[in-house]
C-alpha cells in the first residue's frame, strides 16, 4: 500500500466517522464533533459565550464559531482550557 493511498483511506474513514456534528445538550450548552482532532462546548450565558476548548487550529476554530453564530451573536468572553494537548488549547483571536 502507498502512503498517498494510506492517507487516502484514512482521510475517508476521517470524514465518514467524524462528520461535522452540532449537539444541544441543555438549552444554553452546545457541544461539537468533527470539527477538528478534539471536540469543544459552548455555554451561552446571559450576554456572551462561555468556550470550552479551543480545538486544533485557529481555521477549525472560526468554523465552528461561525457555525454557531446562526445559533447566537453572543461573543465569545470566557475560554476554558480543559487540559494542555495541542488539540485542545490552539489560542484563537477570540477575546
Known amino acids: 500500500m502507498s502512503a498517498n493511498s494510506g492517507k487516502e483511506l484514512l ?4 470524514n465518514r466517522a467524524y462528520k461535522k ?4 445538550i441543555r438549552d444554553n450548552i452546545y457541544h461539537f464533533v468533527g470539527y477538528g482532532h478534539s471536540n469543544a462546548t459552548i ?3 446571559d ?10 487550529s485557529d481555521e477549525r476554530a472560526k468554523k ?3 457555525d ?5 451573536k ?4 470566557t475560554i476554558i482550557f480543559t ?7 490552539e489560542l484563537s483571536n477570540f477575546l
Open 21 to 24: 456534528k452540532l449537539w444541544k
Open 11 to 14: 482521510e475517508d474513514f476521517t
Open 64 to 66: 465552528m464559531i461561525t
Open 74 to 77: 453572543k461573543p465569545v468572553k
Open 47 to 56: 450576554n456572551s459565550l462561555i468556550l470550552i476548548d479551543t480545538l486544533d
Open 68 to 72: 454557531f453564530s446562526k445559533i447566537s
Open 43 to 45: 455555554i451561552e450565558a
Open 83 to 89: 487540559h494542555g494537548h495541542p488539540d485542545h488549547r
